[in-house]
């Protein structure tokens, strides 16, 4: 009998030195672990990260995700965030990044999720490892 994925996890957010909002919402749950960092300065941005975790916390306690799943939950939390835009609550906006456990005919993978510039980071044996890559302007430029 092969062990099972033995997951260690720690979550916590700070609103940083210069904002005394913390839009930041997170889900760090089987088979989800992702982040949303509200955009800061942008009305409604703890409510644009708490919008796309509610999307994700649907799937906590399944085994895995399927890919679809996963898409869907994009689109039903860009959807959700666009609304919260027109709806008269000011420009929200939101970051994501993590992973989820998916299930790809049968075989189970991290599936990193990355949209926005936070970042997800892998840490193993002591090393630290960015494993997304920046989703914006900048980046694009670099």
């Known amino acids: 009998m092969r062990p099972g994925l ?3 996890t720690g979550s916590a957010t700070h609103p940083g ?3 005394a909002l913390n839009e930041d919402a997170y889900l760090a749950s089987s088979p989800v672990f992702v982040v949303a960092d509200g955009m800061g300065g942008h009305e409604a941005g703890e409510r644009a990260s708490a919008t796309v975790i509610e999307e994700f ?3 906590i306690g399944r085994a895995s995700l399927a890919l679809d799943d996963v898409r869907f939950a994009l ?5 959700g965030v666009e609304h919260l835009s027109t709806s008269g609550n000011g420009r929200a ?3 994501l990044s993590g ?3 998916a299930s790809v005919d049968g075989m189970g993978y991290w599936l990193a999720l990355n949209i926005g510039d936070s970042r997800t980071y892998r840490l ?10 920046d989703h914006s302007v900048v980046q694009e430029l670099i």
């Open 6 to 8: 033995v997951v260690t």
């Open 124 to 133: 193993a044996d002591g090393e630290l490892e960015q494993i997304t890559v």
């Open 75 to 79: 689109e039903r939390a860009r959807e």
């Open 17 to 19: 030195l210069r904002r």
């Open 93 to 95: 906006g939101t970051t």
């Open 99 to 101: 992973v989820v456990i």
């Open 57 to 59: 916390a649907l799937f």
